[in-house]
């Protein structure tokens, strides 16, 4: 993640100033050589100070504003006053299309003054710099998180923040069944949850209370934003587990038929026993599946395996390097062949009569042939329906037995 400047580039910066203030005072005397009042060699010397830059609040790079507005609204603030070098008109009305909206969003923005920095912010560089104020909108996440995780109360102006933390408040146990209380379980419970609960309604107004963790949490229906607003709150709501949200797009065939090639799309980033890992509960739950049916290709992946159909500006988030699909890894049902594949099915349809499962396997797709070893385990399944999500040789089978009128255990 990008950080802001350490210790040693402010003394940098304090070297700077000295700079800029012995040019001055070499400005204050040559004007009182030439016959000027001291008088008014101070005042040049206070009009140059004022536009020094502030040793903080200082920035050369968008990805760094991001990150420190993030911070402004964490807070609670509702301004933002910066100094930037290097920035067009356009650079700062797109200032936040790469933002995590999660805190709030910003409202508009204002550019008080502009002045040249010569061998100051950008060493041996004349720049151009801004000192921009930003007016923010806080979210109801940011309500809602004061009030479960601090006691604030919430304002009465905020009624849809305080539908929210009823709602949440009264699903914490729910969520959570089962969890065995680490990072992983609990990330997992509020996934599963989420994945199991909701519906994506790709009618949801796009900038809209419903397309947030209000629609996610209330209504039950939402959108890519809705899932994501939704998993960060319960986790920053009732675990310590780090997790942001990601802003960037996606191949929007995967989740509508109306839509194809990039479209905006926002999950999550969550950071698991010290590795940071993609989380994206609304590919997991793809229209027609079984009510309560849960899918996990996109829990807990890497880069790699998200940039397949993924894509987002990779210095604003966190790098997510470790292995490929974990969740299958750890849970025994990864198979490197399909006798793999038969080796875990038979154990899965041994102990129970699943409504769905998932293995992923290496090089293996299903067809009505190589199935027929699963009606010899089971012949109570009256049919087999299944669907596969692929990664290079990796395939995700995804397979609904049919007990037709048995029910499942």
Known sequence: MPTNSPSSEKMQNN????????????????????????????????????DMPAEENTYTRIADVNEAMQDVLRRGE????????????????????????????????????????????????AVEVKR??????????????????????????QPRAKEIAGVLESLETEIFA?????????TLAAHD???????????????SDQNGSYGALVDKRTMCQGYAEALELILRCYTD????????????????DDYSGWIGHAWNAVLLDGQWVHIDATFDDPRGNPEGA??????????????????????????????NFPYFRNNNLF???????????????????????????????LNEENIQFMFKIDPDIGEVFWSEQTYGEIHVQTVEPGYEDEGTE
């Open 241 to 256: 587990i780090e997790v942001t949200q990601v802003v960037g797009d996606a191949q929007g065939n995967v989740i509508s």
């Open 15 to 50: 070297r700077k100033k000295i700079t800029i203030l012995l040019t001055a005072a070499l400005i204050l005397l040559a004007l009182s050589s030439c016959g000027q009042t001291l008088e008014h060699a101070a005042s040049v010397l206070t009009e140059i100070s004022k």
């Open 294 to 323: 849960v899918s996990h290709f996109y829990f807990a992946q890497n880069d790699a395996v998200m940039s397949a159909d993924h894509r987002w500006q990779s210095g604003y988030f966190p790098i997510c390097d470790g292995g």
């Open 178 to 186: 089962g969890s065995d209380g680490t990072a992983w379980g609990q």
């Open 193 to 207: 949850w989420l994945v199991a609960n909701l519906d994506y309604d790709e009618n949801t107004p796009e900038f």
């Open 132 to 157: 921009v104020t930003n007016t923010f909108a806080l979210s109801n996440n940011y309500y809602v998180y004061e009030y479960i995780r601090g006691g604030v109360p919430i304002p009465e102006d």
């Open 335 to 365: 198979a490197d062949d399909m006798a793999g594949f038969e080796e875990i099915v038979t154990g899965i349809l041994s102990d129970s009569k699943p409504a769905q499962f998932e293995v992923a396997a290496v090089g293996v797709t």
């Open 78 to 125: 509702e301004t933002f006053e910066f100094n930037i070098a290097d920035v067009t008109e356009e650079d700062l009305a797109h200032i936040a299309d790469h933002m995590s909206t999660f805190w709030g969003e910003p409202k508009e923005y204002s550019v008080g003054s502009v002045f040249h920095d010569v061998e100051g912010i950008v060493p041996d560089k």
